[in-house]
């Protein structure tokens, strides 16, 4: 080894903190950038994984009346598998609405995981969602009962096991029913036969060549909806040709019952004209008519065939699933490389100190012929080791840890198959950023330094002149000062960079924690205040008949009123952009001002509906570049209608559009009729709410209750499913400022190392000498935590504006608490430095440091 | 009794194997209200017995009896406090605060002491009234050094130690704050030590000690100490 070359080694050795420092704060930077741009692309891996490996349909596709043999072969198109399966919807256990599947062996797909006991083996045995048993309590051996309705082959089954299943991944939805509540609660399988159908009702299709696309991506979705059409097309005749055909199998029997009946009427009118008195079979006749008339039209209601086509985006919680990593990819793009800036800024700062300590020895070695180069090649080697020993530990930490405690936290979501790969791509990114703060920051010094002639180097570093402060010349201010005060303050204005990076380190750790509580706050809002402040009702009904609706209403103990209004959907054009699903609301009357407050979103004046003109929500009105005054083009059924926007109101979540009577029934040509019902209640507890949706849909031939309750809390579901993510965020920031505040009290030290050696042989108290350096760093945290709820605030909205959703508004929210953790947090930090900085204090060796000339 | 006892001294300092003896069993006393100048080569071990006479370092063995309080058996607490209310240090390079002015870095001292001496009126005594507001950077050293002076005096202390405090002078300026110290003594009565290489300083002070390899080679008392004006070197 060179002498030049050990005496770099010797210089690690000796600032063994420091370089340590640089290699911690390049890893921690390396370790968020790396670790948070991995968990977006491991969640959706780990379920694109999951999904695979048990099989998950691509396409599903369900019959009213079920599929035929000649179906199956007509729904195998190229590459795909296709299985059928008997399903149903059934109400069982405690009133729950149960997604019913006929367990087949013989069926690959959707395979279920099982978590407990077995799948079943016997007839009388069944198999459970495994939320049954964590949320509604049941347990293996006991018995599961389904209504008569369900119409299966047993009324109740032994439970024998507790499974996942790739089909329903969300622990907190399970979709929509059209029996019970309206909400599904649990899967079950039975075996096959149990179900009591004729034909299969679901057809499960599978592409062999889709399994190694992501199913997030654009690709996969375009094509599986290319497939979707194929299969479409298809089966577009074929839903005529089975209800016609299923119609004529049927109506036999109703027809040899009709022949029966008309020759018994044609007996009865015969013995009438015979003189006989008939009146009472006569009416016995015509009521066995109505019967059968009846049963006729009930027997074209049971033919009628409808199929409904899913892919695995209509899945329950899929959506949602591609939309919290999303979001946590749009975080990722802005979070860590805030990070990464204080990280490299805090870099530059240690290694030019580093390198201005080292000026005797540069000027020493440049003395003895040694060239440029060859000094700044040991710089350049200290700043390469750091920055790749700090890029390496960051990365395989970041990309290993990260994305498995992520994914470890996601409780929400069955149990995954974690695939968490190595983001080369990312990492090389990382390094190059890192590298350029190290290497970069040394090169840059060195050159400035190796610029002066060796005697310039040898002679200390003229010290800059000191000059008055501008706080100075605010006399009545600063006479009022203590004398320590004014000490501090000097100090702080002549270690500008130091100062400047001090706030730097802490604001962004303010900020970065603000942030994190900011996201979770904002999209908690979006729901609040959706339901809070602008729609103020607790339930909406859709309803095939108001009158009988509000018959059961009106029964229900916790009913207080309702407002009717006409909602129907459509899509909304302007300036070349478009919006889809668009609710259209025209209330019946004027109270309906009570149920949804209408909001103008500049005044925040109350709004009323004007003739001929139409209110709009805010996110429309911004996909679509749309103020008040502008002509919207608007589309429901067929045909295009223009009208012009008076107001646009505030707006959360979804879109919609207000309109009165009058304006209705000039754009349409014809008078709305009410189909909803926005209902007033008082607090209900959750089996109320579900026996109310119970009765709605079997009395008040209602189409389904939704309550707010329900929407706020899936909101709130969505919240805590970042909750992980923004625990981490938090718990690094707080480490990042940490490390940046010990680093930079470790300088300011360092270099007035001198001056407080001086202070303490004047007989300053070892506390007096800690204050004396860490009064500096309680201005600078003060002032940091300042700007930081600043940049806090304005980060969060940057992210939020990133993640939103077409549907969604985060209003930027962030509640006290954030305010309180970061600046506590920040607080300690300064006080936890401050211990370390006094024991260190009390330890200075004051002699060495006044003996020499520097 | 004297001012200052110092009774079988012992210094070492343990270096890896090696044992350096900085001190080697120095006794020599000091009296109240003189001058008195340490005189020995670089390496003797002078600075290693002011620093301990000040309260910076202990001795490893032996007494410092200082007001008869051996201070050598002192904590770290009461080794600052001793610093703090006792003792004024000048070192050979002044040690100034940069970044305060001539005033700010002589309040510094005398802001920590109750007994303290008026810092402008201290900075007149050494001929600096002009320069009050002046940073460090901007004054010669003999000017730098005559700060620190006045940071010592103002703190009022019992006791002055001064560390070859003309060491990075010219001539005429280490006149100028050899002047200074001997006043504070002969006018002021404070007790002054001055270490020096310089043996043409013996003559400006009332009691020599001559240090060697660690030990004292004499001590010798001077009845009638040279005014520094009139010393040539
Ligand atoms: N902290 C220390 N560690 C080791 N040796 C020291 C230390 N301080 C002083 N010495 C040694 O003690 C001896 C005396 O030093 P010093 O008192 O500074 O001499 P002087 O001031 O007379 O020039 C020297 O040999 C020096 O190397
Ligand atoms: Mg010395």
Known sequence: MKPLTKNMWRDIGKSKGRFIAIILIIMLGVLIFVGVKATGPSLNDSLNRTVVENKLSDIQVTSTTGFTKSDLKKASIKGGKVEAVKYKQAVGGKGLAVSLYGYDKNNNQNSLIVRSGHLPRNNNEIILDQVAQTKYGYKLGQKFSFSKNANLKNRSYKIVGFASSPQYIDNESRGSSNVGDGTVRLFAYIPDDQMNLKAATQLNIRFKNLQSKDTFSDSYKDAVSSKVDILETKFKKRADQRSTSLYKTSKNVLAQQQVKLDSYKNKLIMSQAAGMNVSSQLEKLNSQQKELDSATKELRKQTKTSYIWQTRADLPGFSAYGESSDRIAAIANVFPVFFFLIAALITFTTVTRMIEEARGQIGTFKALGYTKWEIAQNYFYYALTAGLIGTVLGAVIGNETLPRIVLALYKQYIPLTWDVKFQWLIVLLALLFSLISTVGAAMIVVSRELSEGPAELMRPKAPKSAKKILLERIKPFWNRLSFNRKVSYRNLFRFKSRMFMTIIGIAGGTALILTGFGIQNSIGASGSRQYGEIFDYQAVVKTNHLGDTLKVLKKDQQYKNSAAIHATTGKIYHSGHQVNDVNFYTPENRDFSKYIHLKDINSKKSLNLKNNQVILTKKMATILDVKAGDIIKLKTVGKTHRVKVSAVTQNFVGHFMYLNKTTYQKLFGKQPKSNTLLLHLDRQTSNQRNNLANQLLKNGRALGTSYTYDQQSTISKMTSSLNPIILIFILLSGILSFVVLYNLTNINVSERIRELSTIKVLGFYDKEVTMYIVRENIVLTILGIIVGYGVGNLLTAYILNQASTALVIFPLTIHLTGYLVATILMIIFTVIVMLITHHKLKYIDMIGALKSSE | ?233
Request: negative net charge.
């Open chain 2, 1 to 233: 009794m004297a001012y200052i006892e110092v009774k079988h001294e012992y210094k070492r300092y343990q270096m890896g194997e090696t044992e350096i003896i900085a001190n080697n069993d120095l006794s020599f006393e000091v009296e109240r209200g003189k001058l008195t100048v340490i005189l020995g080569p670089s390496g003797a071990g002078k600075s290693t017995v002011l620093n301990i006479l000040g309260g910076m370092d202990s001795p490893s063995d032996g007494e410092i009896i200082i007001d008869g309080t051996d201070i050598g058996k002192f904590t770290e607490r009461q080794l600052t406090e001793y610093r703090r209310n006792d003792v004024g240090f000048v070192f050979q390079f002044y040690n100034l605060i940069p970044n305060l002015t001539t005033k700010e870095n002589v309040e510094l001292a005398s802001a920590i002491v109750d007994d303290a001496l008026d810092p402008t009126e201290v900075l007149k005594q050494v001929g600096l009234s002009q320069r009050i507001d002046n940073f460090p950077s901007q004054l010669s050293g003999g000017e730098q050094q005559r700060v620190a002076i006045a940071r010592a005096l103002a703190k009022n202390p019992k006791l002055l130690l001064c560390d070859e405090p003309t060491g990075a002078l010219d001539y005429e300026t280490g006149k100028q704050v050899l002047t200074l110290l001997q006043n504070a003594s002969h006018k002021d009565d404070k007790t002054v030590i001055i270490i020096t290489h310089n043996s043409a300083l013996a003559s400006m002070a009332d009691r020599i000690i001559r240090i060697n390899d660690a030990k004292v080679r004499s001590v010798e008392d001077n009845q009638d100490p040279k005014p520094v004006q009139d010393i040539e070197w």
